[in-house]
């Protein structure tokens, strides 16, 4: 990623476009904290296109899965 001398991202949609073109990457998966995967950072990588990404739940996405019947465990405990 690149950043400026404060460390904010710029260019990260250029940046992501060189590496997979760089190496012929059909699909690649981006790993980034809560910080690096904004609505518009998520719209613009979908127009790269092969992309996927793995991230961190923000609080408030966090609570609607603890507020549904579904299936979500909120420990490693096994008792």
Do not use: Y
């Amino acid at each position: 990623m690149l950043t400026d001398p404060a460390g904010c991202p710029v260019a990260f949609t250029a940046a992501v476009t060189a590496v997979k073109d760089t190496f012929a990457l059909e699909n690649m998966v981006m790993v980034g904290d809560r910080g690096m995967t904004t609505t518009a950072r998520i719209t613009a990588l979908k127009k790269v296109g092969g992309l996927g990404r793995l991230t961190a739940l923000r609080a408030p996405q966090i609570a609607v899965l603890a507020a549904d019947t579904g299936s979500l465990q909120m420990t490693l405990d096994r008792t």
